[in-house]
């Protein structure tokens, strides 16, 4: 079964950028629809991009228009482009994958997660 695997966390200061990736691990990453979950300390997890095989996009309300996900098929990864981070973008952040198209629109939850990557963003 396919394991996501995060990189690209870090510490920024604000207004500035990083990319996250997420690779396959064990599998592939093919027919499936992925997503970007965040979670910071004391809150829930709360997702923030998600894209379909297809490459339908949807984002949450906070992060329109500063993130940018995507996919590379042939190199079976997946990224998130953050600019513009404020310090509420702090949190580990999770990548998802999942058969079912309905986590695009936020109407079914992944069943293969990664162990997540810290992204930090001081003022």
């Known amino acids: 079964q396919v394991q996501p695997v995060e990189s690209g966390g870090g510490l920024v200061q604000a207004g500035g950028s990083l990319r996250l990736s997420c690779a396959a691990s064990?599998?592939?990453?093919?027919?499936?629809?992925m997503a970007w979950f965040r979670q910071a300390p004391g809150k829930e997890r709360e997702i923030v991009a998600a894209i379909s095989w297809t490459g339908d996009s949807t984002y949450a309300d906070s992060v329109k228009g500063r993130f940018t996900i995507s996919r590379d098929k042939a190199k079976d990864t997946m990224y998130l482009q953050m600019n513009s981070l404020k310090p509420e973008d702090t949190a580990v952040y999770y990548c998802a994958a999942d058969k079912d198209v309905r986590i695009v629109i936020g109407k079914s939850y992944p069943n293969y997660w990664g162990q997540g990557t810290q992204v930090t963003v001081s003022s």
């Open positions: 064990g599998g592939t990453f093919a027919g499936y629809a």
